[in-house]
């Protein structure tokens, strides 16, 4: 079966097909504070402000494979109070065979965050649960634009 895959890799790769393929998945980093517990769950009415950080790193690993990370951080704040803070990264090895260098950024920079997102959002959704708040139900997010107007912003700064 190994062999299979391993002969149908490089046919592909001879071809030069277009092939992305995820390869694993996993948590690089997770934490969860809830500084002002259980104090915080006697407020009354709370209406809290919630704050959403959102990153996404790579590196090459070998010939097109990367290890792509997307961190999320949380805050959730009432008033002066913390509710809680919680930061996942979660990555995955992608394989990217076939594509341009143009192509490769853009595949890393909006196919695999799309890819991991799910995971980063319900492991969030999962903690701040556990933790006793209500759920929290992260929206999705347009990896197009974030990464359309990183590449604007890089081009504005280059030297002419």
């Not at 509710?83 to 394989?95: D, N, S, Y």
């Not at 959002?121 to 359309?148: C, H, W």
């Amino acid at each position: 079966m190994a062999k299979e895959a391993e002969n149908k890799e490089t046919a592909t790769t001879e071809n030069n097909e277009k092939n992305v393929s995820l390869q694993t998945i996993y948590i690089k980093d997770l934490s969860f504070e809830a500084p002002n517990s259980p104090d915080i769950f006697l407020e009354e009415e709370i209406t809290p402000e919630t704050k959403l950080n959102i990153s996404n790193t790579h590196r090459k690993l070998s010939e097109g494979v990367y290890d792509v990370s997307l961190k999320l951080g949380v805050e959730s704040t009432y008033g002066e109070k913390t509710m809680f803070l919680a930061e996942v990264e979660q990555a995955g090895v992608f394989a990217i065979r076939g594509y341009d260098e143009t192509e490769t950024r853009a595949l890393i920079g909006i196919f695999c965050p799309n890819t991991l997102f799910p995971y980063i959002r319900e492991l969030i959704s999962t903690m701040v649960t556990k933790a006793g708040f209500p759920a929290l139900l992260l929206q999705p997010i347009n990896f197009d634009s974030i990464y359309n107007q990183a590449m604007e912003q890089a081009s504005e700064q280059k030297p002419n």
